[in-house]
Nanobody
Framework: VQLQASGGGLVQAGDSLRLSCAASGRTFSDLDLGWFRQAPGKEREFVAFTTWRTGNTYYADSVKGRFTISRDTAKNQVFLQMNNLKPEDTAVYYC????????????????WGQGTLVTVSS
């Protein structure tokens, strides 16, 4: 399966962006998905997670209340709506297909997209 993230860009603090993750090669029907991000000089960190079948969601404390993960089962896509962006949200954002284990660990993800850069200016 191949994942492709898109929707990143340069925005100002307080703005919103919506990231998309599309799959090719197979459907998401049996894959739970997560979003991670990696800022320059830092390790990749967990952002949000959704179960594909039920739509249950989980968030990192740093984005809770500002970011929303959702999925469109008909279009085989997962989204990350990011509101009230802050400069500390600047990072490359990756979507990953969950393979088992703790959802906040990037080692638990089997497939990754190429990442999309989000830059938030102050």
């Amino acid at each position: 399966v191949q994942l492709q993230a898109s929707g990143g860009g340069l925005v100002q603090a307080g703005d919103s962006l919506r990231l998309s993750c599309a799959a090719s090669g197979r459907t998401f029907s049996d894959l739970d998905l997560g979003w991670f991000r990696q800022a320059p000089g830092k390790e990749r960190e967990f952002v949000a997670f959704t179960t594909w079948r039920t739509g249950n969601t989980y968030y990192a404390d740093s984005v809770k209340g500002r970011f929303t993960i959702s999925r469109d089962t008909a279009k085989n896509q997962v989204f990350l709506q990011m509101n009230n962006l802050k400069p500390e949200d600047t990072a490359v954002y990756y979507c990953g297909a969950f393979g088992g284990g703790p959802i906040y660990s990037d080692r638990s993800y089997r497939y990754w997209g190429q990442g999309t850069l989000v830059t938030v200016s102050s």
